[in-house]
């Protein structure tokens, strides 16, 4: 069975860091591309970023509204992804959830979330 | 970025009815060299994480019931539930990998009578 467990949520003032951690479990998690979305309350979700496996170099692609503020990795001896939040900002509240993709660039599995909140 | 619009909002059905919604991007998610559409649909129950219905716009997901049939192409898609069910009650959202940045539309909101 597949399970994501994201890790690493909290309270963080703007202009704060804040690293996410997803536990992989349930498949071989080097073999797959990795996201983060997140979702705020009411609202659709919003990709943030993607990795790719080992045998594609491990690139990455970023959704510009977090270019140069996250940077996504990965831990394959772990089965660990995460994603390091730098600058943060009030808009950046919002359940972050990690998701393993499919064949393709969809999302065939989601973790339960954690909850991100930037505030003073 | 490719915008992907939903229709309508939402939508309130009695148990057993059909249901379509719409999803509509704007530009074409249908890649001429594979003639796949690159256009996946979710459901989000209350308090839930998305789950993965269909892929390549109309491929079901292991497990997920037949009475969820996905169509279209091109920039024109639907999401069709063939006779609803009370455990349907739910946010249905489209998503796009033709391009990225991956892009979602704003979400179909399903209510039960």
């Known amino acids: 069975e597949v399970k994501l467990l994201e890790s690493g949520g909290g309270l963080v003032q703007p202009g704060g860091s804040l690293r996410l951690s997803c536990a992989a479990s349930g498949f071989t998690f080097a073999d797959f591309y990795m996201s983060w979305i997140r979702q705020s309350p009411g609202k659709a979700p919003e990709w943030l970023s993607f990795?790719?496996?080992?045998?594609?170099?491990?690139?990455?692609e970023y959704n510009p509204s977090v270019k140069g503020r996250f940077t996504i990795s990965r831990d394959d001896t772990q089965n660990v992804l995460y994603l390091q939040m730098n600058t943060l900002r009030a808009e950046d509240t919002a359940i972050y959830y990690c998701?393993?993709?499919?064949?393709?660039?969809?999302?065939?599995?989601w973790g339960q979330g954690t909850l991100v909140t930037v505030s003073s | 970025d490719i915008v992907m619009t939903q229709t309508p909002s939402s939508q309130a059905v009695s148990a057993g009815e059909k249901v379509t919604m719409s999803c509509k991007s704007s530009q074409s998610l249908l890649y001429s060299e594979n003639k796949k559409n690159y256009l996946a649909w979710y459901q989000q129950k209350p308090g839930q994480s998305p789950k993965l219905l269909i892929s390549w716009a109309s491929t079901r997901e292991s497990g997920v019931p037949d009475r969820f049939i996905g169509s279209g192409s091109g920039t024109d898609f639907t999401l069709t539930i063939s006779s609803v069910q009370a455990e349907d009650l739910a946010v249905y959202y489209c998503?796009?990998?033709?391009?990225?940045?991956?892009?979602f539309g704003s979400g179909t909101k399903l209510e039960i009578k």
């Open positions: 998701a393993k993709h499919g064949g393709g660039y969809w999302f065939a599995y």
């Open positions: 998503e796009q990998y033709y391009d990225t940045p991956l892009t």
């Open positions: 990795i790719r496996n080992k045998a594609n170099s491990y690139t990455t």
